[in-house]
């Protein structure tokens, strides 16, 4: 089962715009991340957001975290071509798993 | 450091025969995942282990079979191929439920 599911499915924008993406999950967790998947590769650790925490940043990156809401939003500031990815949200269930939804295509426009 | 490393990369199989998935780590890490990737699909946990000698079956283990006698190494096995498990497959590592390292990945077709 999807645990979470990001929205939009794509997004394109050009160059030095932000781009915000948005996840959505079930139940309860203590914990999500989010990845960064570049075409044809592994997917890449970004950020990791606890449940006791609202926002957090790194480097152009800013996630934040809504735990009544059950979302978190990615945040990519002025970005840039090489941003053009896919992200993934994931998140912890009961046990030692994570649960990815199935992504936004990034598309960053030069 | 080779991180999580994949092998083989690429591989065609036809419907019926076996094969092995090889994913190594070099970080002394406890858990190691395998998931498989498809189109708009996101990705499955297939299998997982949370230390050496242990095994968990994820969201879609049917059909494979893992081993994990090395903390190191962590083996997905394919008895019988099935089209239906043409995929793009995907190991990884953490230290905990926490951030995962992954590997290159190994593009399957099953004819």
């Known amino acids: 089962s999807q645990q979470g599911e990001e929205d939009p499915q794509a997004l394109s924008i050009q160059e030095g715009e932000n781009a915000t993406m948005n996840c959505s999950y079930k139940t309860s967790i203590n914990n999500l991340q989010w990845y960064r998947q570049n075409s044809g590769r592994g997917l890449v650790h970004l950020i990791l957001?606890?449940?006791?925490?609202r926002e957090k940043h790194s480097g152009r990156l800013r996630v934040t975290l809504d735990t009544s809401k059950k979302s978190s939003s990615l945040l990519i500031t002025a970005s840039r071509a090489a941003d053009t990815a896919s992200y993934f949200c994931a998140t912890d269930e009961a046990g030692n798993k994570l649960v990815f939804g199935a992504g936004t295509i990034l598309r960053v426009k030069s | 450091n080779a991180g999580v490393t994949q092998t083989p990369k690429f591989r065609v199989l036809k419907t019926g025969q076996s094969m092995t998935l090889l994913c190594a780590q070099d970080m002394n890490h406890e858990y190691m995942y395998w998931y498989r990737q498809d189109p708009g699909m996101g990705l499955r946990l297939i299998h997982y282990?949370?230390?050496?000698?242990?095994?968990a079956k994820g969201e879609v283990p049917d059909g494979y079979n893992v081993s994990r006698l090395k903390k190191q190494n962590f083996l997905l096995g394919l008895e019988s191929a099935a089209p239906s498990q043409t995929s793009v497959y995907f190991c990884?590592?953490?230290?905990?439920?926490?951030?995962?390292?992954f590997g290159p990945g190994t593009r399957l077709t099953v004819t």
């Open positions: 990884a590592s953490s230290y905990s439920i926490s951030e995962q390292y």
């Open positions: 282990s949370v230390g050496e000698g242990t095994t």
């Open positions: 957001i606890r449940s006791n925490e």
